[in-house]
């Protein structure tokens, strides 16, 4: 599992703070809770959890399964700019697994 914080803003190019302050989970929220999904059942679900954690600011423990699935919603949902993608996607790369942070650190 790994634990992915999404509560840092994303700015565009001329490092301008968007969406009026949102964190970058919070703008994920909206697009979960405002798709017209046509994946499955569970899949539904999961956006659902997904958004009303993000929208509290809270991160999200996330199984590779998981990080897939969430990377594809990103990936094609075509009301999200790449100004919003790529940072999202980059944080869902960069998640680490809480456990495995802990083993390396008593070995170092």
């Known amino acids: ?7 840092f803003q994303i700015n565009d190019e001329e ?6 302050g949102r964190s970058a989970g919070k703008i994920l929220a909206g697009s979960l809770m405002r798709t017209a999904s046509k994946d499955k059942e569970a899949d539904i679900l999961k956006y659902y959890d997904w958004a009303m ?9 996330l199984d590779e399964g998981d990080v897939t699935i969430l990377k594809d919603f990103i990936t094609k949902d075509e009301m ?8 999202l996607i980059r944080a869902l790369n960069n998640a680490k697994d809480p456990e495995e942070e802990s083993a390396k650190m008593k070995k170092g």
Request: charged share 30%.
């Open 1 to 7: 599992m790994s634990k992915v914080k999404l509560g």
């Open 80 to 87: 999200m700019f790449v100004l919003v993608k790529a940072p």
């Open 15 to 20: 490092g301008k703070v968007i969406g009026d």
């Open 53 to 61: 954690k993000l929208g509290k600011n809270e991160p999200l423990e």
